[in-house]
Structure formats: structure tokens, C-alpha cells
């Protein structure tokens, strides 16, 4: 069974500062690979996905990540953080096309983000 | 841009009473999710849905638990008769496709079960 790990519960950052997040997951083969967001009050938005390719992927709001096979990560990156970055970041697996459970996304345990002024 | 509508934002119910959480989901996709996230806890998969009929299941949807997509734009939760552990926020999702694609999500159903 697949499953995401987010090691870190709970991040604090200086605005202007760099900002890395880390994932883990475990997946018997190449999954599909997401980074969603959730400000107060809102639903999950989607930030960047990787599916095949280049393992350097670019999102929005200029968040990236880097799919590292040998690690088994995808950590979300960005060179300066803003406030209104400050929210709550979940990585999530989804199977891709050849495994059984194809529609279903795993969640991580989700990373707060503060950001200092 | 189009976006997945949930209502309400927060229901309150006493426990043993029957909820049914609404979807809106975005109008072309074909593919719904139901998720929930217990306070504290990993947002948790419940079920997925096309065709009109469930297309996989978690072990948290039991009998307690059934969907409906009633009308050509709505997808609704039904939660027979709540229990205090059912107290959590209910996200919807839809999509276009399932291999690869992505599921936008609403902004969720905060649940109370008194």
C-alpha cells in the first residue's frame, strides 16, 4: 500500500528566507506525485504535480520540487517566502497507470508553515 | 476559474441523526472523491465515484456511509446515523479522468457530531 510521511509538523520561517519541505513515500513503483496547499478557510489547492519526466517540476506561486528516486522524496521548495505563504502543505501519492487503486490520493500528515514577518 | 462548491461550511448535528453533506462538483468531470480529515489527523481517502456507482471504497466507508449524485451537478455524503468519531472536516474533489489527472477539492464541510 502506498503511504507519504511529512516529517515535519509544524515549520517557522523568516519572511524573505528559504523554505524547504520534505516528503517521503513508499509506492512499489513510480507514483504520481502532488503538493497541495490549504490557507484557512479554503479548500486544497493544487501547487505542482509530477508525473513523468523532468524531476525538477515548477508550480505555482513560484513554489518547486524535485522527485528524487534513490530518496524516495519530493520535497517543495522556494528561494523566498512570502506571508501569504503561510499555510498548511500536504504531499500526496496517487498510483499511476498501472496499479489498481489509480483514483485515490495518500496524504501526508501535512506541514504548517509560519512565516515571520 | 471552475471551482468545487461544498455546503454547507459547518454542520452541527447530535449524534445518532442523519447529515447529508452536499458537492458541487466542477461540470465536465466525471470522476468524485469524498475525503475526510479527523482533527489532527492525515486528510483519509473515503470513496471515489463514476458512472454512477462507487468505484473504490476505503474501510471508513461502512454501511453508515453512502453517496448519491441525485441530479446532473450534485454530489451528496450521507451519513445514516453519526457518531461522535465522524466529527471532522469532509472534503469533495472531482476530476476529469484518473490516471494522472488532478482532483481539485472544495473547501470542505467542518462536521460536528454533539
Known amino acids: 500500500a502506498q503511504s507519504v510521511t511529512q516529517p515535519d509538523i509544524h515549520i517557522t520561517v523568516s519572511e524573505g528566507a528559504s523554505l524547504e519541505l520534505r516528503c517521503n513515500y513508499s509506492?512499489?513503483?513510480?507514483?504520481?506525485l502532488f503538493w497541495y496547499v490549504q490557507s484557512p478557510g479554503q479548500g486544497l489547492q493544487l501547487l505542482l504535480k509530477?508525473?513523468?519526466?523532468?524531476?525538477l517540476v515548477q508550480g505555482i506561486k513560484g513554489f518547486e520540487a524535485e522527485f528524487k528516486r534513490s530518496q524516495s522524496s519530493f520535497n517543495l521548495r522556494k528561494p523566498s517566502v512570502h506571508w501569504s505563504d503561510a499555510a498548511e502543505y500536504f504531499c500526496?501519492?496517487?498510483?499511476?497507470?498501472?496499479?489498481?487503486?489509480?483514483?485515490?490520493?495518500?496524504f501526508g500528515q501535512g506541514t504548517i508553515l509560519t512565516v515571520h514577518p | 476559474e471552475p471551482e468545487v462548491t461544498q455546503t454547507p461550511s459547518h454542520q452541527v448535528t447530535q449524534m445518532g441523526q442523519e447529515v447529508i453533506l452536499r458537492c458541487v462538483p466542477i461540470?465536465?468531470?466525471?470522476?468524485f472523491y469524498w475525503y475526510r480529515q479527523i482533527l489532527g489527523q492525515k486528510v483519509e481517502f473515503l470513496v471515489s465515484?463514476?458512472?454512477?456507482?462507487?468505484?473504490?471504497k476505503s474501510e471508513i466507508f461502512d454501511d453508515q456511509f453512502s453517496v448519491e449524485r441525485p441530479d446532473g451537478s450534485n454530489f451528496t455524503l450521507k451519513i445514516r446515523s453519526t457518531k461522535l468519531e465522524d466529527s471532522a472536516m469532509y472534503f469533495c474533489?472531482?476530476?476529469?479522468?484518473?490516471?494522472?489527472?488532478?482532483?481539485?477539492f472544495g473547501a470542505g464541510t467542518r462536521l460536528s457530531v454533539l
Open positions: 474533489a472531482s476530476s476529469s479522468g484518473t490516471s494522472g489527472d488532478i482532483q481539485y
Open positions: 509506492y512499489g513503483a513510480t507514483p504520481y
Open positions: 509530477y508525473f513523468s519526466g523532468d524531476t
Open positions: 500526496a501519492v496517487k498510483a499511476n497507470a498501472g496499479g489498481t487503486s489509480y483514483g485515490k490520493l495518500t
Open positions: 461540470s465536465n468531470h466525471l470522476y
Open positions: 465515484f463514476y458512472n454512477n456507482e462507487i468505484s473504490e
